[in-house]
T-cell receptor, first 112, second 116 residues
Framework: SQQGEEDPQALSIQEGENATMNCSYK?????LQWYRQNSGRGLVHLIL?????REKHSGRLRVTLDTSKKSSSLLITASQAADTASYFC????????????FGSGTRLQVQP | GAGVSQSPRYKVAKRGQDVALRCDPI?????LFWYQQALGQGPEFLTY????????KSGLPSDRFFAERPEGSVSTLKIQRTQQEDSAVYLC??????????????FGDGTRLSIL
């Protein structure tokens, strides 16, 4: 079963626009990670945010985490056609089995 | 190699046949993970190795699924008596530290398994 729920399931924007994806989860976490997957390829790690962090930046990516609402958001600024991919959040719990639990993903289409 | 390598990339088998999927992790990576990804879904955890020890196999869907990593590097996922519901992409990932070290996982491109 998948813990995370991404919202929206699909997103289509024009090149240069910003894209925001949201992730909600159910259990207490140690950290939350975002991954990108191009069609037919494996996942690529984008960013990791720990439970005691609220915001993190990496290039054109900005991730926020609200542990009180059990939610996270990924913002991609000034999108490019090459950003077209599926984006997944994954949570690492703070107790018990420590394996990552992935959400169902947001499919982002950036129109050139 | 520079990344995680999986073979074969595509596998077609008849229902009832046994299959073996191979994963070559990044050299020196302690942790190795197997995931199953259905079409349009996120990866689902199958099993985890720390070096040669299989520390968590709670995600394996049935006793037809078996994984090993005998020398702490290459891993094989075996599925016996395949069924149509086994059709999926099987992803392997490795990371430098143990599962609790909060390090990113590096994924291979997966094996797409189709059971006819």
């Amino acid at each position: 079963s998948q813990q995370g729920e991404e919202d929206p399931q699909a997103l289509s924007i024009q090149e240069g626009e910003n894209a925001t994806m949201n992730c909600s989860y159910k259990t207490s976490i140690n950290n939350l990670q975002w991954y990108r997957q191009n069609s037919g390829r494996g996942l690529v790690h984008l960013i990791l945010i720990r439970s005691n962090e609220r915001e993190k930046h990496s290039g054109r990516l900005r991730v926020t985490l609200d542990t009180s609402k059990k939610s996270s958001s990924l913002l991609i600024t000034a999108s490019q056609a090459a950003d077209t991919a599926s984006y997944f959040c994954a949570t690492a719990p703070d107790t018990g089995r420590r394996a990552l639990t992935f959400g169902s993903g947001t499919r982002l289409q950036v129109q050139p | 190699g520079a990344g995680v390598s999986q073979s074969p990339r595509y596998k077609v088998a008849k229902r009832g046949q046994d299959v073996a999927l191979r994963c070559d992790p990044i050299s020196g990576h302690v942790s190795l993970f197997w995931y199953q990804q259905a079409l349009g879904q996120g990866p689902e955890f199958l099993t985890y190795f720390q070096n040669e020890a299989q520390l968590d196999k709670s995600g394996l869907p049935s006793d037809r699924f078996f994984a090993e990593r005998p020398e702490g590097s290459v891993s094989t996922l075996k599925i016996q008596r395949t069924q149509q519901e086994d059709s999926a992409v099987y992803l392997c990932a490795s990371s430098l530290g143990s599962i609790n070290s909060n390090q990113p996982q590096h994924f291979g491109d997966g094996t797409r398994l189709s059971i006819l």
